[in-house]
């Protein structure tokens, strides 16, 4: 077993703050008073990871954290199950480890090894937001309280003049009627082992849906850094949609322009590069959470 003490663990629990804590606070900010966020809502609503979870820090499975009284007080979380304390150190309980979480993990770990194995894809442009408003209305476009950058018409003749070559079960599944035939593939919930691959925006943003399903067990660190990468993915996507946000800070990507489609590659494979060592973080993690052996007896600190 590793340990952590105050100064190790520490600064883990304050970068991911950091890193989380704007966002899931203006968000719960935002709910109370019945606002909406065409970008970052999409990360707690979509996402079905709450907010007050998303800033409570845990270590990873098999990592005791040396505590005070004083940390006890400013996290309770830290005590309550499935959490063991052993005189001044933490850590998460094995034995609360259920055959269903492990199953999970296995399968995470098959995804996760099966996008890492198959070569990226790039040029979607990110054209699965214009295939989810193509032919509607604007009372029926999702975010209907926010304006489109060209008429409807316009916008559908664009979209009729490229190849949609989307691999995402849930992106697709969110295509108009008449989008739907237009994609060159049509992924079902059952084919995500085969169909997903590394230069999807939408499989890299999902590295936060994947590490948050096995919380607590993954600990705090990466579930937050894979927060972080969904955002940056959610905010390409949006400046890249049909949708006019400038008001909101966000200088869109004209992928109806050659330099746009560029301009969006070029961002998508940056993405594509960071998400790689996140994604192998997690099939490890989810490799070792799957194999864990969950009946034995506390382990003592080291």
């Known amino acids: 077993m590793t340990s952590w003490n105050t100064d190790e663990w520490q600064p883990r629990r304050a970068a991911n703050l950091e890193r989380v804590a704007h966002l899931a606070d203006a968000f719960v900010q935002r709910r109370s008073r019945a606002e909406k966020h065409p970008v970052h809502d999409f990360l707690f609503t979509y996402y079905n990871f709450s907010p007050a979870k998303l800033k409570q820090w845990l270590p990873p499975l098999g990592v005791w954290i040396v505590v005070e009284e004083a940390d006890l007080a400013a996290m309770p ?38 996008i890492q194995e198959r070569p990226p894809r790039f040029r979607c442009f990110g054209l699965h937001e214009w295939a989810m408003v193509y032919q509607q209305t604007a009372e029926e476009i999702r975010h209907h309280g926010f304006e489109l950058r060209m008429p409807a018409a316009d916008l559908a003749a664009f979209l009729e003049s490229q190849v949609l070559c989307c691999s995402h079960y849930d992106a697709y599944r969110f295509f108009t009627p008449g989008a739907l035939p237009m994609n060159q593939w049509q992924p079902v919930l059952e084919t995500r082992l085969e169909m997903e691959q590394g230069g999807c925006l939408h499989a890299n943003m999902d590295l936060y849906k994947w590490s948050s399903k096995l919380w607590p067990w993954i600990g705090s660190d990466l579930i937050g850094e894979c927060f972080a990468h969904a ?58 959470i799957a194999c864990c052996i969950t009946n034995g007896e506390s382990e003592k600190v080291e």
Do not use: N
């Open 77 to 114: 979380w830290l005590q309550t199950a499935p959490i063991i304390r052993q005189d001044q150190c933490l850590r998460l309980d094995v034995r609360a480890l259920r055959p269903q979480t492990q199953d999970l993990a296995r399968w995470i770990s098959r995804l996760c090894r099966s």
């Open 231 to 288: 955002c940056a993915g959610r905010e390409l996507d949006m400046r890249a949609s049909p949708y006019d946000l400038r008001h909101l800070g966000y200088e869109p990507i004209l992928i109806e322009t050659p330099e746009g489609r560029a301009q969006y590659e070029k961002e998508q494979r940056q993405l594509a590069d960071a998400a790689f060592p996140l994604r192998q973080r997690l099939l490890v993690t989810s490799e070792a």
